[in-house]
């Protein structure tokens, strides 16, 4: 009845699908992460080098947060060359709980936070669509290269 039909289709050896590689994981996190502390970390000098008394920083460090979220989704999507998407949703809620233990630790906008989940993921997964498609493109423009070096036309 399904004969010639394939219905799964194991893409690696040994039995394995090996659907998410946790470098690019880990990777993308890191990026995410590091993004983040050296936007507030610049914050924090330009407190100390300027004279203000006040300071509202809420909308940039949201901001630094979103833009560590999309650099960490690019990270693991070009780090994993495949389902960039996927990578990148693994990195945004990775990312996202970390930051979820930072604030609960550290501050008493928690309840602010949990509507910004969703908007982290999405981003994330957005850069990691775009990590994908850039490292494609730089591929395929390194291949075009290289062949014209060999063969001028």
Not at 115 to 131: F, M
């Amino acid at each position: 009845m399904f004969k010639g039909i394939t219905l799964v289709s194991w893409s690696s050896k040994d039995g394995r699908a090996g659907l998410l590689k946790p470098a690019a994981i880990w990777a993308g996190v890191v990026w995410a992460l590091t993004s983040t502390v050296f936007l507030c970390t610049a914050l924090i000098l330009w407190v100390f080098m300027t004279a203000h008394e006040v300071f509202h920083f809420s909308a940039l460090i949201l901001a630094g947060v979103w833009l560590g979220a999309l650099l960490g989704g690019a990270v693991g999507g070009r780090t994993a060359g495949y389902l960039g998407w996927l990578h990148g949703v693994a990195v945004g809620l990775i990312y996202y709980l970390a930051m979820m233990l930072l604030l609960a630790v550290w501050s008493t906008w928690l309840p602010v936070w949990f509507g910004n989940g969703l908007v982290v993921v999405i981003l994330a997964a957005v850069g990691g669509v775009l990590g994908v498609n850039i490292s494609a493109t730089r591929r395929d423009s390194l291949i075009n290269y290289t062949q014209r070096k060999r063969f001028p036309v």
